[in-house]
RNA sequence: CCGCUCGUGGCGCAGUUGGAUAACGCAGCAGAUUCCGAUUCUGAAGAUCGGGGGUUCGAAUCCCUCCGAGCGGGCCA
């Protein structure tokens, strides 16, 4: 990858350290080892473009003060053909380099050359990643964890994607174990009501007792009269549950289609249950790492880090949700081979984070392969106040729900506004605002405003051309500049939004885009009578453009031209 | 009781492997502009970075401790 603001950084860490070695050779500095040191963008641009603090770094390896250390590097220090315009001692001992005219030049002619590709990189290497996302249980309708889970997990997949990860996403479907005997029980005493009335039988406390499980045995009965009544128990509910389940992963699919996420896999969790889970836990017991206790089989977890011991395998011979989980990751990391799974938890399941790495390290696979973002949940808000039933149905407000009332663009965006590990509120008023209040909105009317001053010029004839390096250099007000030096930051931006799995970096990079683009437009017009220099801001327009377009495609958000 | 996550102006929040005067937006105050698309800009004010200790040239950031919030600690998932 050859990033021009990396080169600059490679650049000037070499030339410090020419810098010094000839100041050692004159004797100017004391001839010895130093240690690592620091080139970084500092916070206020009177710092300059790039800063160091190789001199700080070095005060103690060669027993001299900051400053005079500095001071040697300056005086030794060559610029000579690079973009670098000069170099400047301050404070403690900063070393702060100052970018020329040719680099901003550089920039934009690498952002256009770049065109829909300015923005990826190779950093992953191809590196294979297992995105595991939304997951949610098919025994109900979905909530407000899935909505962010599902902007969260979509667009770090695309995130991945754009750092050089071959990226899979993948969706868990738990249509096995306790909770769907217990969707089945939940449906049974339903349909059982629905047919004899509500004393026919009784809700236990821990089963289901959602309308939708009212309106899936409403629905049974419709269809299918008293016939199942009078056969087996077993009977009645796996047909309730063949007869419900696929109507809930199918509205679960409608959803996410809605949301525009593709998955590349739904995982059924019951494909498991075919012989991998047996397999995993048969490996368990071969490595020692279990044992039986009333009837049920356990895993010593205490020995592999944990607080307790685990059970695997219930007394009434079903594995756990636990043990059905290790074969999956098993099958995942292992038998499918990924280099990486990713998976996205809501907060609650926290406790399960260790366990599970735990698990794994015990079976021999690398826990480092496993990473688990845990998100804390979303309230929703409305007028200052916390929303928690919907208007329309009285009924907690689901996936489906928020869907029909917001824009997805407004979804996908706000969702990935703050890091997934702080608690935030989604303000249902600002989401479906059309004004610069609302981020999402803020960042397509930049892109429209541009595409529209395109539009008035190639009324009035003029179309845009290519310039010279010359006429880009004349792009030297401080408005262009800070504009030009953001696009630059793109490229670093989406690889430290991948490497600390927070796609909220890139949602905050496009709202200073767009406010910097904002800010140039008002202090410099573009048509103008300085042909030249008319020209040169369209091709800075046109990079804004594009680098907007980028951002809002890779996220899959509408990027309209007008509106 | 134990464990995990988190505490940054009135509100919402940024702060990368420790770096320069803790950034930005909203509300509010004073003013300018209202010209390519419904704006935008300038200035002032506002923070003991939850409290206290420690590590060092240097801490919002790392360590300890206390306070407060949220969530966990099932043969639930």
């Not at 992963?249 to 889970?277: C, P, T």
């Not at 490497?499 to 909220?504: E, F, G, R, T």
Request: glycine share 8%; charged share 25%; net charge negative.
């Amino acid at each position: 990858m050859s990033l021009i603001v990396n080169e600059v950084q490679r650049d000037i860490r070499t030339r410090i350290l020419e810098a010094a070695g000839r100041a050692m050779a004159d004797g100017s500095l004391p001839a010895a080892p130093t240690g690592d040191f620091n080139i970084e963008v500092p916070a206020d641009r009177k710092n300059g473009d790039f800063s160091s603090n190789a001199a700080m770094a070095w005060a103690r390896d060669l027993h001299r003060a900051p400053r005079m250390i500095g001071q040697a590097i300056v005086e030794h220090l060559d610029l000579g053909g690079s973009f670098l315009q000069k170099c400047e001692m301050a404070g403690a001992g900063f070393l702060n380099f100052y970018l020329s005219d040719s680099y901003y030049a550089a920039i934009l002619q690498d952002v256009r050359a770049k065109g829909d590709r300015y923005g990826r990189s190779d950093y992953g290497k191809g590196k294979r990643i297992n995105v595991e996302f939304i997951s949610a249980n098919p025994t109900g309708p979905m909530h407000m964890g899935n909505a962010r889970g599902g902007a969260l997990g979509d667009c770090l997949s695309a995130v991945l994607d754009a750092a050089g990860y071959d990226v899979y996403r993948e969706f868990y479907v738990n249509d096995a174990g306790n909770q769907i005997e217990k969707f089945g029980l939940s449906l049974d005493i339903r349909y059982q009501q629905a047919l004899l009335g509500e004393d026919a039988a009784q809700m236990p406390e821990d089963s289901y007792h959602g309308e939708d499980i009212r309106e899936h045995a409403a629905a049974f009965a419709a269809q299918y009269g008293e016939q199942y009544l009078h056969v087996p128990e077993a009977q009645r509910r796996k047909a309730l549950v063949d007869f419900a389940l696929p109507k809930n992963i199918a509205l679960m699919q409608e959803n996410v289609a809605k949301y525009r996420i593709v998955y590349d896999k739904w995982f059924y969790e019951s494909e498991l249950h075919k012989g991998e889970v047996a397999d995993t836990i048969a490996l368990m017991q071969s490595k020692g790492l279990t044992y039986e206790k009333d009837g049920a089989l356990w895993y010593r977890a205490t020995e592999h880090g944990g607080e307790k011991d685990e059970v695997l395998v219930r007394s009434n011979g079903n594995p756990t949700y636990f043990a059905a989980d290790i074969a999956y990751h098993r099958n995942k990391l292992e038998v499918r081979g990924f280099d990486k799974a990713i998976d996205i938890w809501g907060a609650d399941h926290h406790g399960h984070v260790a366990r599970m790495k735990g698990a794994l390290e015990a079976i021999g696979i690398d826990s480092g392969r496993l990473d688990v973002i845990l998100m804390q949940l979303v309230r929703l808000v409305s007028g200052g106040e916390v929303v928690r039933m919907s208007k329309r149905t009285g009924k907690a407000i689901t996936l489906t729900d928020l869907l029909t009332d917001i824009p997805i663009d407004a979804v996908r965006f706000l969702f990935n506004m703050r890091e997934p590990g702080s608690q935030m509120e989604f303000d249902l008023d600002l989401a479906v605002e059309q004004s610069a209040q609302n981020p999402v909105y803020y960042c397509q009317y930049a892109h429209a405003r541009i595409c529209s001053i395109f539009r008035k010029l190639a009324n009035e004839g003029v179309l845009p051309r290519d310039c010279t390096t010359q006429e880009l250099e004349r792009l030297n007000a401080p408005e262009e500049r800070e504009l030009i030096r953001h696009l630059s930051a793109l490229t670093e931006e989406i690889v430290g939004a991948a490497k600390n799995y927070d796609p909220a970096r890139i949602t905050r990079y496009t709202i200073d885009l767009a406010s910097l683009f904002h800010k140039f437009y008002n202090a410099c017009r573009v048509s103008v009578e300085d042909e030249s220099l008319m020209q040169s801001r369209l091709y800075l327009c046109a990079c804004v453009r594009d680098t907007i377009k980028n951002i809002l495609t890779m996220l899959k958000i509408d990027v309209p031209e007008s509106m």
